[in-house]
């Protein structure tokens, strides 16, 4: 039996075939390397700029109601803040009273109330502050309100420590602030 080309497990290519394969092999991987992968890394980041875009979108229709709200107040004149008490310090009999005013004051927040201990030592030495660790447990929005109403206090001067720590389901929140005293 002769052997045809077909037949023939190792066929050899003339030179010139050869050289036209790996010239045309050569072009398509050119192709591919500088046509097709910087196309696919191209629409990556584009694919990336849309989903931020879509992000903004979506932040803007949630935001969108709250500043329609905020041009309404101040179309209408703005929004009116409270009116702060005029600062004061407290005097002798204030300053003895200051636990069951800070206990009302948690009540009125909605908190519950674990300690408020009035450092009677920070007024030593002619200083015209009283120290006071409030640690109180409850929701974070009615802290804030345990703050706005402490803010409003007319001896209330600052903040000086704020430690929120995770308890159960609850946060309790321990507080030091400085009231001004004579």
């Known amino acids: 039996m002769k052997e045809t080309p ?8 003339p030179p010139k075939t050869a050289l036209y394969l790996l010239i045309g ?8 390397l500088l046509g097709i992968v910087p196309m696919y890394q191209s629409l990556g980041k584009l694919d990336g700029s849309i989903t931020q ?3 903004r979108i979506e932040e803007q229709n949630v935001l969108h109601p709250i500043y329609q709200r905020m041009q309404a107040i101040a179309a209408a004149g ?9 600062k004061q310090s407290l005097n002798q009999g204030q300053v003895s009273e200051v636990t069951d005013t800070l206990a009302q004051i948690i009540v009125k927040s909605g908190l519950e109330a674990r300690t408020v201990v009035p450092d009677p030592s920070s ?4 200083s015209k502050s009283l ?8 929701a974070a929005e009615r802290f804030h309100a345990f703050l706005a109403e402490l803010a409003l206090q007319p001896g209330f001067e ?25």
């Open 53 to 55: 875009a879509r992000f």
């Open 25 to 32: 092999i050569g072009v398509i991987v050119l192709f591919v």
């Open 6 to 13: 077909e037949t023939t497990a190792g066929v050899k290519l």
């Open 158 to 182: 600052n903040v000086e420590t704020l430690v929120l720590t995770p308890v159960g389901g609850s946060l309790e929140y321990t507080v030091k602030f400085w009231l001004a005293a004579e």
């Open 123 to 126: 007024l030593g030495s002619g």
């Open 131 to 138: 120290a006071v660790t409030v640690n109180v447990r409850g």
């Open 78 to 86: 703005g929004a009116k803040a409270p009116q702060l008490p005029k």
